[in-house]
């Protein structure tokens, strides 16, 4: 049996997933109240918190968008690449992800503070565990 890296505590609901959408207040673009497969399009924005399901349903990772070019493809659906393609746990574990489309006049303390917010109300660590283990080697 192996041991899941991206463990959750709570499944997000359409429910849980408006909550934590309405956090972002002005900023929000519109509610995505569906869920995307890691691999998927998000659709298209450029300022993002995104919020990481496991393969058990519950949510594992929470994050956010910060590009630095122009993309063809949302930017967490980008960004979500970028995070399967580095790490195997990753890849295998999570399973879908959920998205909170920020206008891209969003300021960049807006983002990390939704971002702390968001993660605080899911109770998952801004700092994984996995992250930690990898600074300490």
């Known amino acids: 049996m192996t041991v899941s890296t991206w463990t959750g505590?709570?499944?997000i609901t359409d429910t849980r997933y408006a909550m934590l959408a309405?956090?972002?207040?002005?900023?929000?673009?519109e509610e995505r109240p569906e869920p995307i497969l890691v691999g998927g399009n998000s659709g298209y924005e450029v300022k993002a918190i995104y919020i990481v399901v496991n393969r058990e349903g519950l949510a594992c990772?929470?994050?956010?968008?910060?590009?630095?070019?122009?993309?063809?493809?949302?930017?967490?659906?980008?960004?979500?690449?970028q995070h399967v393609s580095r790490t195997r746990s990753?890849?295998?574990?999570?399973?879908?992800y959920w998205v909170i489309p920020l206008s891209s006049a969003t300021p960049d303390h807006v983002v990390?503070?939704?971002?702390?917010?968001?993660a605080a109300r899911l109770g998952i660590p801004?700092?994984?565990?996995?992250?930690?283990?990898?600074?300490?080697?």
């Open 22 to 29: 309405q956090l972002a207040g002005q900023w929000l673009v």
């Open 112 to 118: 990390s503070d939704l971002e702390r917010t968001v």
């Open 126 to 137: 801004l700092v994984h565990r996995a992250r930690i283990a990898r600074r300490r080697a």
């Open 61 to 81: 990772y929470c994050g956010r968008t910060a590009p630095t070019r122009l993309l063809t493809r949302g930017a967490a659906a980008t960004r979500l690449n």
């Open 90 to 96: 990753k890849k295998e574990e999570w399973a879908e």
């Open 9 to 11: 505590v709570v499944a």
